[in-house]
């Protein structure tokens, strides 16, 4: 069967709709297709990011899966900066291993000039082993955006999360395009964009297709795919998830490979439930994960999660490590 690619002819939505349909010999032909474009343009190494959540609850917005949001009973811890020993801990964890990325996550979505100058400053002490950092933030000001850029931060994180047609359904506190124009911006100002979604929170197949479709558009350098855990206390918690299977993962998976080939296709928040025992097939399309946890949710350790890559036959290594 011939795939349509970013890198051949252009994908229509009724392929990806018939790609997230894909059954049998149909499906081991995509993995192979997707295996073969992340050989291409990623090699054979997984990439592992570490997560710290640098502010943690007490947002603003009802973002209905997110444990920080201001409809959320979950009991999760709630702090205004994390402690300095367990962020720069986290930063000489990603240095000491060569993992390639070290996340930092804040809780809210607008925030004071001196909140961003705080954060610039923890940057730049981070920075000083050249770690590459990328930052969870809301929407920032282009003065706030250019602050963070000049004390090094390399890349930011904004998801959109789902369709534009959806959206509504899960956040009314702020729109789908005002996250848009947000990521517009931090891309003309130079950064590295890492935007993706989440799987399983309801929506429609036409409505992951259309989600895949803004991100083609967007191009952004690393695309976070997570599959929904509904957690207690939030208007998720008793999500039917049953749709979520290995294989439909997988097709997801194998959708954004194939309309984004060349970039970070991170399989995020989920891994450890939806894929486990499909390590092999899933480091064959994703060559991007977190270890270590989520923001809100535990995680696989690094130590379990060295083992589990090379186990499928990957690498985490840095190759001049
Ligand atoms: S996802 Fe971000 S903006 Fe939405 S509620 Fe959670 S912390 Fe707030």
Redesign the pocket.
């Known amino acids: 069967m011939f795939f349509p690619t970013a890198e051949n002819t252009s994908l229509t939505k009724n392929d990806a709709l018939e790609i997230l349909d894909l059954q049998g010999d149909a499906l081991n032909n995509l993995i192979e297709e997707a295996y073969r474009l992340r050989t291409k343009y990623k090699g054979n190494r997984v990439n592992i990011q570490l997560l710290t959540n640098v502010r943690s609850g007490n947002?603003t917005?009802?973002?209905a899966y997110?444990a920080?949001?201001r409809d959320s009973e979950a009991p999760i811890e709630k702090y205004r900066y994390v402690e300095d020993k367990k962020l720069y801990g986290d930063n000489d964890l990603v240095d000491e291993f060569h993992l390639s990325r070290h996340c930092i996550g804040l809780?809210?979505?607008r925030f004071a000039d001196s909140d961003i100058e705080s954060l610039a400053e923890r940057i730049r002490k981070m920075k000083k082993n050249g770690t590459q950092i990328c930052c969870s933030i809301?929407f920032l000001t282009e003065h706030q955006a250019k602050m963070l850029k000049e004390a090094g931060l390399n890349r930011i994180n904004h998801n959109l999360n789902s369709s534009r047609r959806f959206y509504p359904s899960i956040?009314t506190t702020h729109t789908y395009q005002e996250r848009i124009d947000n990521l517009r911006m931090l891309k003309r100002i130079g950064f590295e964009i890492c935007s993706g979604g989440i799987i399983g929170m309801g929506e429609s197949k036409e409505d992951v297709v259309d989600m895949m479709f803004e991100l083609k558009e967007l191009n952004p350098e690393s695309v976070p795919i997570n599959f929904l855990l509904p957690v207690n206390g939030t208007r998720l918690a008793e999500r039917d998830i049953s749709a979520l299977t290995p294989e439909y993962c997988i097709k997801v998976l194998c959708l954004a490979r194939l309309m984004l080939p060349k970039s970070d296709i991170r399989c995020a928040a989920g891994r450890e439930v939806y894929f486990k025992g499909y390590e092999k097939t899933l480091f064959k399309i994703a060559d991007s994960i977190f270890a270590s946890g989520y923001l809100t949710e535990g995680g696989q350790s690094l130590e379990a999660t060295f083992r589990t890559i090379e186990e499928a036959g990957f690498t985490w290594q840095v190759e001049s490590a």
Request: proline share 0%.
């Open positions: 947002c917005q009802n973002c997110c920080q949001s809780s809210g979505i809301g956040c």
